[in-house]
């Protein structure tokens, strides 16, 4: 059984960088099927695709967030990451890590992670 | 980026039958494999129907998806108390800087 979970800070203050990791179990992060991705959902609203990395390491990301995001994945520790600069109140949001095979074919979540920017 | 467009919300009593639509363009839906998630409150969402018109195992057969040009339709037949929540159609956006594109997403009320 594929698992996904989402681990990082709570609360990020305006202007600083989310950072976000995705455990993975039951795959591995280098499956030459599998896409990697971060979905956001702000409260009360529906979802957002921030980005895709792919087993070899090329990606490709939501245009609104291109400027500010980075998406890593590390093979030795089976996990992937998000990086996102320049925070601001509107990137308040559950933050989802997903697998996708393929890349829309969002088969397994993880329960979320909210995050909140605030001062 | 744009999005896909749903009816914010549909309704229906016990039994009945329930369909949402996803409006895209030639450039997503029109183009690719339309995708249906399910989110019930408090949940992480769920695929429901992938490639257009298919279920995952473990989905039941009451919940069927179709795709007519750049439209897409999610059918609820014999709705239950447990379908009430949220459903969002999803696509892949052939644009240039194009990506996965959801939909607003359409709330599900069981009368």
């Known amino acids: 059984q594929v698992q996904l979970q989402e681990s990082g800070p709570g609360l990020v203050r305006p202007s600083q960088t989310l950072s976000l990791t995705c455990a993975v179990s039951?795959?591995?992060?280098?499956?030459?099927?599998?896409?990697w991705s971060w979905i956001r959902q702000p409260p009360g609203k529906g979802l957002e695709w921030i980005g895709f990395?792919?087993?070899?390491?090329?990606?490709h990301y939501n245009p609104s967030l291109k400027s500010r995001l980075n998406i890593s994945l590390d093979a030795s520790k089976n996990h992937f990451s998000l990086k996102l600069a320049s925070m601001t109140a509107a990137d308040t949001a559950l933050y989802y890590c997903?697998?996708?095979?393929?890349?829309?074919?969002?088969?397994?979540w993880g329960q979320g992670t909210p995050v909140t920017v605030s001062s | 980026q744009s999005v896909l467009t749903q009816p914010p919300s549909a309704s229906g009593t016990p039994g009945q039958r329930v369909t949402i639509s996803c409006f895209g363009d030639t450039s997503n839906v029109g183009a690719n494999y339309v995708y249906w998630y399910q989110q019930l409150p408090g949940t992480a969402p769920r695929l429901l129907i992938y490639?257009?018109?298919q279920r995952p195992s473990g989905v039941p057969d009451r919940f069927s998806g179709s795709k007519s040009g750049t439209s897409a339709s999610l059918a609820i037949s014999g709705l239950r108390s447990e379908d009430e929540g949220d459903y969002y159609c999803?696509?892949?956006?052939?644009?240039?800087?194009?990506?996965?594109?959801f939909g607003g997403g359409t709330k599900v009320t069981v009368l």
């Open positions: 990395i792919y087993s070899s390491g090329s990606t």
């Open positions: 490639s257009n018109n």
């Open positions: 999803a696509a892949w956006d052939d644009r240039v800087l194009g990506g996965v594109l």
């Open positions: 039951g795959d591995s992060v280098i499956s030459p099927d599998s896409y």
């Open positions: 997903v697998r996708g095979r393929p890349a829309t074919r969002f088969d397994y």
